[in-house]
T-cell receptor
Framework: GNSVTQMEGPVTLSEEAFLTINCTYT??????LFWYVQYPGEGLQLLLK?????DKGSNKGFEATYRKETTSFHLEKGSVQVSDSAVYFC????????????????FGQGTILTVHP | KAGVTQTPRYLIKTRGQQVTLSCSPI?????VSWYQQTPGQGLQFLFE???????NKGNFPGRFSGRQFSNSRSEMNVSTLELGDSALYLC????????????FGPGTRLTVL
């Protein structure tokens, strides 16, 4: 079955530091890959996505590249801010796997990011 | 355009009771998915509805059920509540049947005492 593995957290950084959160996946088909962010007390917000190999998703200074050869989708940001403190989830959708994949995102366990001033 | 809305935002129930949660998708979105989020198990897929039909179901007991109405609004029901059902229940909608980008609501926090 499909699975997503994120780096163990939490991650604590100082403001303006470089961020990397690792994500690797296992999928039977040709998945789309996502990063979602969850702020305290809220639902998930879509941060970025990539639908095929070598695609780069980007938003709000965050980037991630779909690497089929390494089955990875690592999240990066060059300079984090205190407001980036949140939980980050890597996820995949594998519609090509057929009916059992309809409407289903498979999530990693989440990575807590804390950014200090 | 308004986002996904979920009601109520918070619920407190006791063991053995049942509960109904509601989700209104983004206007024009026809697919609604439900997830359970707990600290121990993370985000787990419950089920997905499209055009009033359940197309996919996760690995949850039959106490968890749902439905979708003709206006795409969806409800999920949990009967005979157990302590372990305490969780954040998230609803997500997507535009068409083969779209994989889901937009989430704020969730309903269910506490079972």
């Amino acid at each position: 079955g499909n699975s997503v593995t994120q780096m163990e957290g939490p991650v604590t950084l100082s403001e303006e530091a470089f961020l990397t959160i690792n994500c690797t996946y296992t999928a039977t088909g040709y998945p789309s890959l996502f990063w979602y962010v969850q702020y305290p007390g809220e639902g998930l917000q879509l941060l970025l996505k990539a639908t095929k190999a070598d695609d780069k998703g980007s938003n709000k200074g965050f980037e991630a590249t779909y690497r089929k050869e390494t089955t990875s989708f690592h999240l990066e940001k060059g300079s984090v801010q205190v407001s980036d403190s949140a939980v980050y989830f890597c996820a995949l959708s594998d519609l090509g796997a057929g009916g059992t994949s309809y409407g289903k995102l498979t999530f990693g366990q989440g990575t807590i990011l804390t950014v200090h001033p | 355009k308004a986002g996904v809305t979920q009601t109520p935002r918070y619920l407190i129930k006791t063991r053995g009771q049942q509960v109904t949660l509601s989700c209104s998708p983004i206007s024009g979105h026809r697919s609604v998915s439900w997830y359970q989020q707990t600290p121990g198990q993370g985000l787990q897929f419950l089920f997905e509805y499209f055009s009033e039909t359940q197309r996919n179901k996760g690995n949850f007991p039959g106490r968890f059920s749902g439905r979708q109405f003709s206006n795409s609004r969806s409800e999920m029901n949990v009967s005979t509540l157990e302590l372990g059902d305490s969780a954040l229940y998230l609803c997500a909608s997507s535009l068409v049947d083969y779209s994989d980008t889901q937009y989430f609501g704020p969730g309903t926090r269910l506490t079972v005492l």
